[in-house]
């Protein structure tokens, strides 16, 4: 039974500290864009060009949400359209350029935001966080 609640205790904790630290690193410039489009235009950088349907997906929203969030970050220019040379009748949603120095930026922003803080810590400290790469990295990849 404590193996259990030593468990919950650690993924509470975990929990705790990584939804504080996501919301400290989002504070600052978004370039005006919602957590929303900030995540299809991430999954757009990671993983397109991409159908909506795809970025749907990826996004876990249904079709329609998708298709609004994208229509919005064509108005802001920050993506386009183009045909899919595998089935011309179907577009994909690409990057365009000021959409991808828009991410380049916030991307390194955050990355900052994140250096200092690991500076503040002691080298014990760092060294911890290092060692818990890989499982961090694996329960990300299981979600």
Do not use: C, Y
Not at 21 to 41: E, F, I
Not at 83 to 89: E, G, I, N, T
Not at 107 to 112: K, S
């Amino acid at each position: 039974m404590s193996e259990v609640r030593d468990d919950t205790t650690t993924a509470v904790r975990l929990r705790l500290a990584l939804v504080r630290l996501t919301r400290a690193l989002r504070q600052g410039n978004t370039a005006g864009l919602s957590p929303s489009q900030l995540s299809a235009l991430s999954t757009i950088d990671d993983f397109g060009p991409l159908r909506v349907s795809a970025v749907a997906v990826h996004e876990s929203v249904g079709a329609p949400v998708a298709t609004r969030v994208v229509a919005s970050l064509e108005e802001l220019g920050l993506v386009t359209r183009e045909s899919d040379p595998v089935d011309k009748r179907a577009t994909l949603v690409a990057l365009s350029a000021h959409g991808q120095t828009t991410i380049d930026q916030l991307w390194t922003q955050r990355t900052r935001g994140l250096s200092s803080r690991l500076e503040r810590l002691s080298d014990e400290e760092r060294r911890s966080l290092e060692e818990a790469l890989p499982a961090l990295e694996k329960m990300a990849r299981e979600l």
